[in-house]
């Protein structure tokens, strides 16, 4: 089994900054792409920002320039620092991974998400 645990979120004003941070564990064999979703009420859930093990980093247009996902492979943790935060920022964020398990298992994991809320 494998957990995803986040941390970071809180209550933050326009144009401050948050750090989230989400430590994998578990039966872990390697992570591959891990990646931060976001969702607001009433919407859908939508990727924030992705990064694969060799570092390579994709973002959403929305945040671009704003917002830097970084991982580090020997703890299996990953990391968002948003910057520049804005009120339509306002989401609980999720930590994903695709895991490998073993040499013939993967599977797709989320954390429990963690609440940002940028006020006006």
């Known amino acids: 089994q494998v957990q995803l645990v986040e941390s970071g979120g809180g209550l933050v004003q326009a144009g401050g900054s948050l750090r989230l941070s989400c430590a994998a564990s578990g039966s872990i064999f390697s992570i591959n792409d891990m990646g931060w979703y976001r969702q607001a009420p009433g919407k859908q859930r939508e990727l924030v920002a992705s990064i694969t093990r060799g570092g390579s980093t994709n973002y959403s247009d929305s945040v671009k320039g704003r917002f830097t996902i970084s991982r580090d492979n020997a703890k299996n943790t990953v990391h968002l620092q948003m910057n520049s935060l804005k009120p339509e920022d306002t989401a609980v964020y999720y930590c994903?991974?695709?895991?490998?398990?073993?040499?013939?298992?993967?599977?797709?994991?989320w954390g429990q998400g963690t609440q940002v809320t940028v006020s006006s």
């Open positions: 994903n991974a695709n895991v490998v398990t073993s040499w013939v298992a993967f599977g797709n994991y």
